[in-house]
């Protein structure tokens, strides 16, 4: 079979070489060329059509960021990012997802030697993901970048500038409302991996302000799971957080698995709560989205939706036939809008879907679904 043929834009000459080796150890990946800056690297590009690159986002000469939009207008291909654990780091991976990245790694701050070596699974099987996903070229602008002023307490009472509120009410520009009282009870359960982050944003940016709760397990990293939810904060019309444990669930509020550590439901009294736990990980993942829709498949019943979204592998297949079977109602990304069809095929093959959707469509199919069943649907 065909080698996956990487290169490496990373101006650390020590990160190239490292990179290199670790992508040259595999029987079915190499490294066919590196290049120290954007510019180097157009040229590389375009001689050599690799299937994958790998893009470090602090460059010189030009932006990663700006390099990667010209990548995703003119020539686009899949792009794992290499960032760095800063919270700057982390807000520009944020960016560059929105941008079309496949995925990302983030390197240590020091002992880059050692820690890039120890992350060398992490990056070949990343890579391995990114050669099969389905990448777009990206015509529209991602949204705006936001500030730490985004979020400074203001005269508003949201924690958030006049300028970002202004963007949260636009947001959307969806015409979807929820009718009636909407119960307490009900929560939308969501899982998702490998090209999650955007199609996480995609839904929550379509629903309404008066939408039940949301829990959320999207396999990120710690340090970046922060920045993931403040940038959703800034662009949704519901409140986006890291779960917090012992934290009460409530609508219009959508809770994030904190990186590196599990996310589940449990009830106190009449009450839903998040339960964040430093626990081992479940099918190699921390948060694990089995973790949290068994949860919901235990506590909430036939008062959850789940929602199944693009990513590698089959964690949450499971469990999410359990939800199906507790009495949930279950909506699958279909894999036309999917960058990778691994998670939600299985889940499809596990049973677990009542309805196959594109993207696009999962928001409003939950708003109908949801102002359809009434009241509140007890625990059977």
Do not use: W
């Not at 029987?27 to 470090?56: F, H, K, Q, S, W």
């Amino acid at each position: 079979m065909a080698k996956i043929r990487v290169v490496v834009v990373d101006d650390s000459a020590l990160v190239r070489s490292l990179l290199s080796e670790i992508i040259n150890r595999q029987p079915d990946m190499e490294c066919i060329g590196t290049a120290n800056d954007p510019l180097a690297a157009r040229e590389l590009i375009r001689e050599t059509n690799p299937d994958v690159i790998t893009l470090d986002v602090e460059m010189p000469k030009m932006d990663g960021l700006e390099f990667l939009s010209r990548i995703m207008r003119l020539r686009p291909m899949p792009v794992l990012m290499v960032s760095t654990l800063t919270e700057k780091g982390a807000e520009t991976t944020m960016r560059a997802l929105e941008m079309g990245a496949v995925d990302f790694v983030a390197k240590p701050r020091i002992g880059v030697s050692s820690g890039l070596r120890e992350l060398g699974a992490e990056i070949v099987e990343k890579i391995r993901i990114a050669s099969k996903a389905v990448v777009h070229r990206r015509t529209a602008p991602p949204p705006p970048p936001f500030g730490h002023s985004d979020f400074a307490p203001t005269e508003t009472g949201t924690g958030m500038s006049p300028a970002s509120v202004a963007r949260r009410e636009a947001a959307s520009g969806s015409s979807y409302k929820f009718t009636g009282r909407i119960s307490t009870e009900k929560v939308i359960v969501i899982g998702a991996s490998t090209g999650g982050t955007e199609a996480i944003r995609e839904v929550l940016t379509r629903l309404p302000a008066d939408s039940p709760a949301i829990v959320i397990t999207q396999h990120m990293p710690p340090g970046f799971t922060t920045s993931f939810a403040a940038r959703l904060n800034s662009l949704c019309k519901i409140t986006v957080s890291e779960a917090r444990d012992g934290e009460r669930i409530l609508p219009g509020h959508a809770y994030i698995a904190p990186g590196g550590l599990q996310f589940r439901v449990d009830r106190s009294g009449a009450n839903y709560v998040a339960v964040v736990e430093d626990t081992p990980p479940v099918n190699r993942h921390k948060p694990s989205v089995e973790v949290l829709f068994k949860s919901a498949a235990r506590v909430i019943g036939p008062n959850a939706y789940g929602v199944m979204l693009t990513g590698m592998g089959a964690d949450g297949a499971t469990a999410m036939k359990e939800m199906r079977d507790a009495g949930s109602y279950n909506i699958v990304q279909d894999e036309a809008t999917c960058v990778v069809f691994g998670m939600p095929k299985m889940a499809i093959q596990a049973g677990a879907a009542n309805e196959v959707l594109p993207l696009q469509q999962i928001a409003g199919a939950l708003v109908e679904r949801i102002n359809s069943s009434g009241g509140v649907r007890h625990r059977i």
